[in-house]
């Protein structure tokens, strides 16, 4: 299970990819790419922050992270699933061994791809972090190693490959934290939960 640490400094900024405001690197409406990608160009910790339209899935396969995810700060040891819904507040603390992927993936695109399976867009909804055993690690890597692979490829009918990829990691994810025991963090904070609300109904 995640053990609770101590409080991170409460910066948050809204950011596109952490530490970009502009549009420049964002080509799709999901980016999949290493933690240790923008990681590294950051001492390994990325300062608390939100993104408004933005969902984000981090796989940690190997190393350890300090995790803020609003008001609850974890320590996860790899492999563990963090889940960060829009408009929640978070932030990582990655040891320099850390391996794993980071996938991001506009809101709005995400509720219609998810759209016609009833339950599964709630099952997302929620901040998560969850350690995982080697048969949902294994999973979850291979789902999001296709992602990765069809985010970069230039072949014939990439967009709808890549769909298939997210939609595919979508329901891995969502079935694993279904049937997870671990209840931290659990609900969004108030406020954050009516936004939620507000904006599906938009």
């Given at each position: 299970m995640p053990e609770t640490i101590n409080d991170f400094s409460p910066s948050l900024p809204n950011y596109q990819l952490y530490g970009e405001n502009g549009q420049e690197s964002w080509l799709d409406w999901v980016h999949c790419e290493l933690i240790a990608d923008r990681s590294r160009?950051?001492?390994w910790e990325i300062k608390p922050h939100r993104h408004e339209m933005l969902c984000q899935l981090l796989l940690i396969t190997q190393g350890e992270a300090e995790v803020m995810l609003d008001d609850q700060h974890l320590r996860l040891r790899g492999p563990a699933l963090v889940l960060?819904?829009?408009?929640v507040a978070h932030g990582f603390s990655f040891s320099e061994s850390t391996i794993g992927h980071v996938v991001t993936i506009e809101e709005v695109q995400l509720r219609q791809q998810l759209l016609p399976f009833q339950g599964l867009q709630s099952a997302l909804s929620q901040a998560r972090a969850i350690e995982l055993d080697a048969i949902a690690s294994l999973e979850l890597d291979t789902a999001t190693r296709l992602l990765r692979k069809e985010f970069l490829s230039t072949d014939r009918?990439?967009?709808a490959a890549l769909t298939s990829a997210v939609l595919g990691l979508a329901l891995a994810a969502a079935r694993l934290l279904h049937s997870s025991a671990a209840t931290q963090p659990g609900q969004p904070s108030r406020s954050i939960g009516h936004l939620q609300r507000y904006k599906a109904l938009i």
């Open positions: 160009l950051h001492d960060v819904p829009p408009l009918w990439r967009m």
